[in-house]
C-alpha cells in the first residue's frame, strides 16, 4: 500500500508486492463537521506524514484549526495476514460537545481494471465488499465496542457522468444505495459523539482474499484479537526485524542511523514473498509513461539483495536467488525485466535489429546474480543452497556468458546498456560480467570443477585486458562509456557516465589504480550538478525527465550515482579521515528525503523536489551499501595504524570481489 502526498490512498497491491494494482481513483477520507464536508486533502487540513520510529507502521497527523480537530493516524499491513488497519485518534479542539462523522472513499479497479466490479453492503458482517472474479475486499469499522458500518453508499464511478460516491457524503448522509456494479466505488460514514476537548478512537480495516469466505473469516480474526492488537504487534515485529542484528551503530550519527534503518525496512516492504525484488511501488509515473516500475529487474535486484545480504538480512537474498533460479531462461540469461509473479514484463528491447534476429537482454543484469550468489555464499557458507541452484544459476550462465563475446575484441557482445537507453559494449556491462565470471570461477572450485574454475577466470581476465584495450580513453586519461552499435561497425561513446563506477566496485580494477582514479575524478568533476542542490547526473545531456535546461546542469541529479562517489571514497580510504566524503554524501541524499525519510530516483536540480517515483528501492540500497562499507572500512582502520598500508592492497581485491571470504499508544 502506497499514500500520496494528501494522504490518499494511491496503491493498493495483491497478492504480490507490485501486482495487481487494485486502486483505480484515490482512496480518501474526510471529516462532517458543524455543517461542512472536508476531505483530508482540503486546504483546510495541515498534513504531517511520517512513521512511528524503525517500524513501517505510519505517524500522520492531520489538523484543521478552522473545523477545531485534529486527527492522529496510524496505518499498517498486518505482518501475519492480507489485512489493512487504521486507527484514527479524533481530538475535540473546542470546549463544547460535538457530533461528527467519518467519511472513506473507496475507488477500486479490481485487476487494475474498473469493468464487472460490484460494491456491496454485506449485512453479516456490516461490512462493504468489493468483488470481481477471485478477489474480494471486505471494509469494516469499530469505535469503541460498536463494530460495523453506519452509513454506506455503492454507485457508478466515471461512467455516464457519475463522479463516484464521495460527493454523495456533501450533505453529511450517504444513500445507502446497498450494491452496483460495473464501474462502481463505495463510501462508508460513521457518526461520533466528541466530548468538550474530547477524544474518540475509531479502527478501520480492509481485508484481501480471493473468495468470499476468506474475507469473512479474516473480518472475524480482526473482531476476535481487536485492531488494537493487531497494530501493536505488527509495530513490535518490524522494530525487533530492523534491529534483530544488535549490531553497535554507534560510529554513526544519529541522522544516518535513522536513514539507514528507514532504508532497511523499505527495502523489505518493496520484497514480495515469492522473492521478487520490485523497483518501486509508486504508480505515480504512469501518468507520463504509461507504465510503472512495479518490476523486477534482476540488475537492480542483485544490487539491493546485495546490500540486505551485507546488512545481515541474508533471507532477502536467498529469496531474491531463488526466485531469480525460476525466472531465468534455459539458456542461461535473463531478459530485460519479470512480474513480481515471475512472468516476463513488458519490454522496448527488440529481438531484431536491421532484419537480424538479436538477443533483447542486458547482459550484466545475467552477471550480476552470479556476482550476487557468489558473495552470498561468502557470507552465510550455505553450500546445500549453492548446490542447488549451481547448474541454472553458475554454469549454464557462465558458460552462455565466456560464449557471448566478440572473438576480435574479447569483450562481452552488443547488448542494452545499464539505463535501458543504447545498445552497444559498455564499461559497466564489461566490468559486470568480469565480475561475475569471477564468481562462477570461485563457486565452481566449491566442486573441484578445475577446468571450469580456469576456463571462467581466463575469460574475465581476457575481458578485463580488453577494456583496457579498447573502452580506455587514452588522450582522456579515463573509461569511455563504451562502444556503441553503428552502421556495421561499433564506435566509440566519449560521454563520461557515472556508470563506470563499476570498474572498482566489482573488483575489476583496484579503487586507487589511475585507471579508476582519472575515471571517477572525470565524474566528479563533469556530473557534478553545479546549482545549490547538488548531486550527480547519470550521464553528460542526460534527458530523461530533464528539468532544467542550463550549462552547470548534465542532468538531474540521481541519488544512486551521487552515492557511487561515496562508494569510491569508501574504497579508496587508508585513514578515518578519508572516509569522511562517503558520510557528507550520505547526508547530501538525506537531505533529499521526503520527511517520511522516503528516498525518490531523482530530484529537481533547482528546488531538490523529488521527481520520478519514490521511494526507490534502489536509492534505499544505496544507502545501505555505503554505510555497509563505511562501518566495515572504519573498524578495519580503526585496528591500527600499522594495517593501513596492507588495507590498500587488500580492500581492492576483497571489497567487492566475488573472492571476498516508539509503541502505538
Known amino acids: 500500500m502506497a499514500f500520496d502526498a494528501q494522504y490518499r490512498l494511491a496503491d493498493l497491491y495483491y497478492p504480490h508486492v507490485g501486482l495487481e494494482n487494485h486502486a483505480g481513483e484515490r482512496f480518501r477520507f474526510g471529516v462532517w463537521a458543524d455543517g461542512v464536508l472536508s476531505w483530508i486533502e482540503d486546504e483546510r487540513w495541515q498534513r504531517t506524514l511520517g512513521y512511528l520510529r524503525e517500524t513501517i507502521v505510519t505517524d500522520v497527523r492531520c489538523q484543521s484549526d478552522e473545523l477545531g480537530l485534529r486527527i492522529r493516524c496510524n496505518d499498517a499491513v498486518d505482518s501475519e495476514r492480507d489485512v489493512y488497519i487504521r486507527k484514527l485518534v479524533i481530538k475535540n479542539l473546542r470546549d463544547e460537545p460535538r457530533q461528527i462523522k467519518i467519511f472513506f472513499h473507496h475507488g477500486f479497479d479490481l485487476y487494475g481494471n474498473p469493468t464487472g466490479d460490484t460494491a456491496m453492503f454485506d449485512p453479516d458482517s456490516r461490512s462493504i465488499i468489493h468483488y470481481k472474479s477471485k478477489r474480494y475486499f471486505l471494509i469494516n469499522a469499530a469505535i469503541d465496542d460498536r463494530v460495523g458500518i453506519d452509513e454506506y453508499a455503492c454507485g457508478r464511478s466515471g461512467v455516464g457522468g457519475s463522479e463516484g460516491t464521495w460527493h454523495d457524503a456533501d450533505d453529511g448522509v450517504l444513500s445507502m444505495n446497498a450494491i452496483q456494479q460495473g464501474a462502481v466505488d463505495s463510501t462508508v460514514g460513521l457518526a461520533i459523539d466528541l466530548e468538550a476537548n474530547g477524544t474518540a478512537t475509531v479502527y478501520y480495516w480492509l481485508c484481501a482474499g480471493k473468495r468470499y469466505g476468506d474475507v469473512r473469516d479474516l473480518d472475524r480474526t480482526v473482531r476476535q484479537e ?49 522473492g521478487g525484488i520490485v523497483a518501486a511501488t509508486d504508480s505515480d509515473i504512469e501518468w507520463g509513461h504509461n507504465d510503472h516500475y512495479s518490476y523486477i529487474w534482476p540488475r537492480d535486484a542483485a544490487l539491493v539483495a546485495d546490500a540486505m545480504d551485507r546488512a545481515g538480512f541474508h533471507d532477502v537474498a536467498r529469496r531474491f536467488l531463488t526466485f531469480a533460479h525460476d525466472t531465468i531462461s534455459d539458456d542461461g540469461y535473463f531478459l530485460h525485466k519479470y512480474a513480481p509473479d515471475g512472468a516476463l514484463a513488458p519490454s522496448w528491447s527488440p529481438w531484431v535489429r536491421n532484419g537480424v534476429k538479436q538477443l533483447p537482454i542486458q547482459e550484466d543484469e545475467t552477471a550480476l546474480v552470479l556476482w550476487l550468489l557468489a558473495r552470498h555464499y561468502e557470507r552465510t557458507r550455505d553450500l546445500d543452497f549453492i548446490r542447488a541452484a549451481y547448474k541454472r544459476l553458475v554454469v549454464q550462465p557462465a558458460d552462455f556468458m565466456v560464449a557471448y563475446r566478440d572473438p576480435a575484441t574479447g569483450l562481452p557482445l552488443p547488448s542494452f546498456d545499464i539505463w535501458e537507453e543504447r545498445q552497444g559494449v559498455f564499461t559497466f556491462t564489461a566490468s559486470a560480467v568480469c565480475a561475475g565470471l569471477e564468481a562462477a570461477a570461485a563457486l565452481a572450485s566449491l566442486f573441484n570443477e578445475q577446468e571450469r574454475q580456469a576456463r571462467y577466470r581466463s575469460a574475465a581476465a581476457e575481458i578485463r585486458d580488453a577494456m583496457v584495450r579498447h573502452l580506455w580513453l587514452d588522450d582522456e586519461n579515463r573509461f569511455a562509456r563504451g562502444l556503441l552499435v553503428g552502421d556495421g561497425e561499433l564506435k566509440i561513446d566519449r560521454t563520461i557516465d557515472a556508470s563506470a563506477f563499476a570498474t572498482f566496485f566489482f573488483g575489476v580494477f583496484p579503487a586507487d589504480s589511475a585507471l579508476v582514479e582519472e575515471t571517477m575524478r572525470a565524474v566528479r568533476e563533469k556530473l557534478w550538478v553545479q546549482t545549490e542542490i547538488g548531486g550527480v547526473a547519470r550521464y553528460e545531456s542526460d534527458t530523461y525527465q530533464k528539468a532544467v535546461d542550463s550549462d552547470g546542469v548534465p542532468g538531474n541529479p540521481w541519488l544512486i550515482c551521487t552515492l557511487w562517489l561515496a562508494e569510491h571514497a569508501v574504497a579508496r580510504a587508508t585513514s578515518v579521515a578519508e572516509l569522511q566524503p562517503a558520510l557528507d554524501l550520505v547526508r547530501w541524499a538525506r537531505s533529499k528525503a521526503r520527511p517520511s525519510l522516503i528516498l525518490p530516483e531523482q530530484v529537481h536540480p533547482t528546488t531538490g523536489a523529488a521527481l520520478s517515483v519514490a521511494p526507490f528501492t534502489w536509492s534505499h540500497a544505496q544507502v545501505i551499501s555505503v554505510v555497509r562499507g563505511y562501518l566495515d572500512a572504519l573498524r578495519f582502520l580503526r585496528r591500527g595504524s600499522g594495517e593501513i598500508s596492507s588495507r590498500a592492497t587488500e580492500k581492492n581485491a576483497r571489497a567487492n570481489s566475488v573472492d571476498k571470504p516508539e509503541t502505538i499508544s
Open 226 to 274: 481487536t485492531p488494537a492488537r493487531i497494530l501493536s504487534r505488527t509495530g513490535s515485529l518490524w522494530y525487533t526485524w530492523v534491529n534483530k542484528t544488535g549490531e553497535d551503530l554507534s560510529d554513526l550519527p544519529e541522522e544516518i542511523i535513522e536513514l539507514y534503518r528507514r532504508s532497511l525496512l523499505v527495502v523489505k516492504t518493496q520484497c514480495d514473498h515469492d
